[in-house]
């Protein structure tokens, strides 16, 4: 079994930043892939980041990409989501989760565990 906690939401202007992180429990942490997910209000949950089990490989949405860098500390249990430049259309629950294997997927129907989700909301 493996719980994770995220923290590091809040309120910020637009072009502000904010960093993200998920603590996991676990003794095999490090040998996950982890992702972030995002969900407004009324829209589905949507990738935004997932980086290998290593930390060597790492994968963006689109619309994220230049702004957000995901990165783990394996030594800590850590994830972090680094989010620079935030738009109003960043607004959501972030929420992380680990796939049971090394690699990174976009489809969250392939994370098994997922945390709590902390609010992110950008006023313009």
């Known amino acids: 079994q493996v719980q994770l906690v995220e923290s590091g939401g809040g309120l910020v202007q637009a072009g502000g930043s904010l960093r993200l992180s998920c603590a996991a429990s676990?003794?095999?942490?490090?040998?996950?892939?982890m992702g972030w997910f995002r969900q407004a209000p009324g829209k589905e949950r949507e990738f935004v980041a997932g980086?290998?089990?290593?930390?060597?490989?790492?994968d963006y949405a689109d619309s994220v990409k230049g702004r957000f860098t995901i990165s783990r500390d394996n030594a800590k249990n850590t994830v972090y989501l680094q989010m620079n430049s935030l738009k109003p259309e960043d607004t959501a629950v972030y929420y992380c989760a680990v796939k049971r294997s090394v690699l990174v997927t976009t489809d969250p129907k392939k994370y098994d565990y997922w945390g709590q989700g902390t609010q992110v909301t950008v006023s313009s």
């Open positions: 676990g003794r095999t942490f490090s040998r996950y892939a």
């Open positions: 980086i290998s089990w290593s930390g060597g490989s790492t």
